[in-house]
């Protein structure tokens, strides 16, 4: 039946009669052994397109009874009958269903018509994908046959029971599946995006407990403490949690992670007691902590740079309370499996890790789902409370505890202040020369273990797993959690074999001989090779769905080839790591058949001509059969090209330009910071250093105060690396949005905004000088005015946003939320305008519109809801309408150029690109060298009469008494994109770099040097001095601020108004009174100036002007150099591929543009890494690079050439 349905070809019982069906139906229902080889069909269409449509199955026979009706009848209806006809019996008016069901929709209506039932409205939205699971209840039912898991609500389990008995509240849940929302869109979801919800929910209400490692408890003498109890509260920011007993004695313990980074004579703070003096540490012969005494320094009240520790105290009145506590990996090792990808294959057998630990004594008092957070190690629930002592067994029963993970990291810090310790390290070992040192004894090195090679593709799995979050651009905080537990492997690795991981140089594993002779490599080479040939045989057979038998007999031979490779090797066979032979000929092969040898390069070479071919067929609309053909062949190029090299092909234009851009960027960064003087005080280098180097933010211990807080400042992606992050991060962290819970929208917080009132009281005095006045109208447009220019809603429509309801009356009629006011304005001007003495009308308004995007929105750049101004005018003649065109778009230039310091091109946009339903439309376009992309800056379209036309904006023309004459109209519009602009151009990989023109603060006033050495007189003279350069600054329209918090270091400032942008900060202190003079530090290049204090006025002007000046002519500089002139094709690919914009000559065709852009469009399977999308007209501008000459040919060839257009990848 199933290969009839694939065929198209209808089953010979189709034209069965009536009687034969009923009599068929009846020995289904009777479950003979006839009925059970029937089914019953819908006779649809065979012929149809959707294989749903082809007669699918409606009632099947199984012998199986009913919880109701028991054996009465055999026969059972199929989801897709039953669904439809439950979901309209029951009332329900919307069915929610996964996009997977799309093709079963039609059937599902049809159904439903058949049978002359009222009609559910079906609501489809994607499925969310888990990544490093499965979802398949046959996968999952798999794991619990296999015992590889506990059951049905194991916590590794994407079931709702597995996740709830992991920590996951219903609150959290809900509160990510609203903020999830409904889309279309399939989305591969990391499970930190749930559980990052969830510690919203749990952090605010787990109180807090303290568990030490009980394998490395190390106890702690202070004999002047008293055993005594206190009560402290469970929650340091939540009195409502409660309070708990705490009990101090003589006697304590820390963990050993914790008393290895301590020093004789530190000064420690004990959470929930206060500061102690460590004054002697105990070690046994092999070097091994074992007690470590101190003494009581309560009085002392600074927590703010001393190590936090987590104790629990020796007491007989409380004592601690035995706990396991359970962390879980994922159930799968790969994120995303593949369609024919076995998930056996990437099955995590080591996905569950205990520790037997000390508890609080309060953990007795837990019952069975409580949430908790172990101070400095994260959130657990309580999977089994703890249990006394037993009269059956004699033995108490731990607390088991599972691991809540908090969305943004796996492994909690086991100790304070592990970072100084490695500093210091660092700081004490003496730099030998390699060649100096001493090597390992042979004994040790000659004959690396298997332990060792099982480390060594343990290492290279985890730097796998860092590069795959990388290039997912997965949350920082789960990198930083990757990479952590890769150092750590390289750590462990380095101290098994004495030497450094290097990718790509296993240690081969040796076991009675120094090496493997050359016929055992042969064979077992050999061996390696068959074990692939086999596994590309099983692999071959399941995709081409092969019988079970064969597929069985195949796979038993695989594991039989598999165990001979490990009795002869010794080790596992793992796919790409064949057997190795002595170190020297390893290197020598891997010399001989690297990518610069001359085989390689000619093989390079082939491939590369190869590509070009293909993408040549593709462009042609060559045939299917040729295009394949030619694909085989560059597949088969790139196979050899790896097989000889050993790494994948990487085209020249997809990396080489990067790379190079890559390196003159970190070149420049490299300059800046080498640029900025080094001299600082040793207050200011303390403080720089905690604040730039580790990025902590301390707080005081006393009550109940937690752990360390751990702040990252700075930026952590690159410009040049890494362009999104980078993007995100620069915008949230310094300060310019916030996100939103409705996806494409943003919080524009103060910092952003107060760049728009800068364009905005520019722009607004500027359009006032010619005449234009400022408006207001609503934001909803009737469906009747909205539609009444057809060329301008069909661009529109699929990004307006209706309102169809009010509370849960549904509306007569839908309104619209303005995607632009046109339609909303011109019914008025329609009014306003009787004769040629009620024109010209030039109205602006500054207001909001809302697009709702179907593309990736991005903040700034491509957003829901925007802020802009957008004008709209009003001519008798058409003169004066495109004069004003052009004057708008000057004043657009201005905004960019004189105030956000931005080259713009200046030009017209193309017939396909221009504003639908205008005449023409001028635009600025900017580019961005980051992303070698441009962007349309601002646009001012002229509407030439088409919508006075549709809203008859009419009036008489006096010089043709009683003729009637439409008006000519304009319209232009400069949105909040600018600060998105300004951002890209201008930012670097210290933070924002805010043109000084539009900088709320242009300069900010820092003391520095304010140490507990200074005088009370001296400091509050230096905070006298920084509100005096305040003062005088705001008294010549300087705008300045001083920052005088007193809980954050200089260093900290410096950071943080840096990563804000601020064009230059003044720092002050107290030498620099007594030399009457200050130190100015420019934000765009990070140099210095002393400036002298009676020049502060002046000299601050002049450096507010310079930085703008430099801005602009690196900016230029940059459009320069990447803005060219193409005149062939082949130029222009190559052009585009090396990041730049090209003006080419262009016919103007649409069609002609249309094919530009796909044969410009990479192929992602052929160049990975290469920009994907075709270049696009940005403009036709006014002065293009060079003047087009006559007989000139279009780049496409078939037509005359009309002029240089601007093309390139755009936003």
Known sequence: MKAEREQRIESKHRKNSVEKNLQMWEEMKKGSQFGQSCCLRAKIDMSSNNGCMRDPTLYRCKIQPHPRTGNK????????????????????????????????????????????????????????????????????????????????????????????????????????????????????????????????????????????????????????????????????????????????????????????????????????????????????????????????????????????????????????????????????????????????????????????????????????????????????????????????????????????????????????????????????????????RPGPSLDNTCAPSEDSLVLYNRVAAQGDVVRELKAKKAAKEDIDAAVKQLLALKAEYKEKTGQEYKPGNPPAVVQNVSSMSSASIVESRSLYDEVAAQGEVVRKLKAEKAPKAKVNEAVECLLSLKAQYKEKTGKEYIPGQPPLSQSSDSTNSSEASGPETPEAKVLFDEVASQGEVVRKLKAEKASKDQVDTAVQELLQLKAQYKSLTGVEYKPVSATGAEDKDKKKKEKENKSEKQNKPQKQSDGQKKDSFKSQGSGLSSSGAGEGQGPKKQTRLGLEAKKEENLADWYSQVITKSELIEYYDVSGCYILRPWAYSIWESIKDFFDAEIKKLGVENCYFPMFVSQGALEKEKTHIADFAPEVAWVTRSGKTELAEPIAVRPTSETVMYPAYAKWVQSHRDLPIRLNQWCNVVRWEFKHPQPFLRTREFLWQEGHSAFATFEEAAEEVLQILDLYAQVYEELLAIPVVKGRKTEKEKFAGGDYTTTLEVFISASGRAIQGATSHHLGQNFSKMFEIIFEDPKTPGEKQ???????????????????????????????????????????????????????????????????????????????????????????????????????????????????????TGEKLTVADNEAETKLHALLEDIHVNLFTRASEDLKTHMVVANTMEDFQKMLDSGKIAQIPFCGEIDCEDWIKKTTARDQDLEPGAPSMGAKSLCVPFKPLCELQPGARCVCGRNAAKYYTLFGRSY
């Not at 002392?300 to 035995?322: F, G, M, S, V």
Request: glycine content about 6%; charged content about 25%.
């Open 966 to 1084: 439409f008006a000519y109209q304009n319209s232009w519009g400069l949105t909040t994109r600018t600060i998105g602009v300004m951002t890209m151009v201008h930012g670097d990989n210290m933070g924002l770099v805010l043109p000084p023109r539009v900088a709320s603060v242009q300069v900010m006033v820092i003391p520095c040097g304010i140490t507990n050495a200074l005088s009370e007189e001296d400091r509050e003279a230096l905070i006298a001095k920084c509100n005096d350069y305040r003062r005088r600054l705001l008294s010549v329209n300087i705008r300045v601020r001083v920052d005088l918090r007193e809980n954050y270091s200089p260093g900290w400032k410096f950071n943080h108004w840096e990563l804000k942008g601020v064009p230059i900060r003044l720092e002050v202190g107290p030498r620099d009174m007594k030399s009457c003079q200050f130190v100015a530090v420019r934000r765009d």
């Open 73 to 436: 009848y055999n026969v059972y209806p199929t989801y897709d009958f039953a669904c439809p006809i439950v979901d309209s019996i029951e009332g329900v008016t919307h069915a929610l269903r996964t996009t997977e069901y799309h093709d079963r929709d039609e059937q599902f209506y049809w159904i439903i018509e058949a049978l002359g039932i009222r009609k559910p409205y079906i609501w489809e939205y994607s499925r969310l994908n888990l990544n490093n699971t499965v979802l398949s209840k046959r996968k999952l039912t798999w794991f619990v046959n296999e015992g590889l898991v506990d059951g049905w609500d194991d916590p590794r389990f994407p079931t709702v029971r597995g996740v709830l008995r992991r920590g996951m509240t219903v609150e959290g849940l809900k509160q990510f599946i609203a903020a999830q929302g409904s889309s279309r869109s399939v989305v591969n979801m990391e499970w930190d995006k749930i559980w990052a919800f969830n510690k919203k929910v749990i952090d605010p209400v787990a109180p807090r407990y303290v568990a030490l490692l009980k394998k490395e408890v190390i106890p702690v003498n202070i004999p002047e403490a008293q055993e005594e109890m206190k009560e402290v509260a469970k929650h340091p920011k939540n009195p409502d949690v409660g309070l708990k007993p705490v009990w101090y004695s003589p006697k304590v313990f820390i963990e050993g992670a914790d008393a290895e980074t301590l020093s004789e004579g530190e000064m420690v703070t004990f959470i929930n007691w206060g500061n102690i003096s460590i004054t002697k540490i105990n070690k046994n012969a092999d070097g091994k902590i074992v007690s470590l005494d101190a003494k009581l320094n309560l009085e002392n009240k600074d927590y703010k740079k001393t190590t936090k520790i987590t104790w629990l105290a020796e007491t007989a009145h409380a004592l601690p309370i035995p706990a396991i506590c359970v962390t879980y990996e994922h159930l799968i090792t790969k994120p995303v499996l593949g369609k024919d990808e076995d998930f056996k294959q990437y099955v995590n057998k080591n996905s569950k890790h205990e520790e037997l630990m000390l508890g609080d004594p309060c953990l007795k008092d837990l019952k069975k789902g409580d949430i908790i957070q172990l101070q400095r190690r994260g959130f657990f629930i309580c999977d089994q409370p703890y249990e006394p002592v037993s009269p059956y067994s004699c033995k108490e029963a731990p607390c088991v505890l599972i691991y809540v993970p908090d969305g943004h990291t796996k492994e909690m810090p086991t100790s304070g202040s592990r970072e100084k310790t490695k500093v210091e390290t660092t700081k004490n070992e003496p730099t030998t020369p390699f060649k100096e």
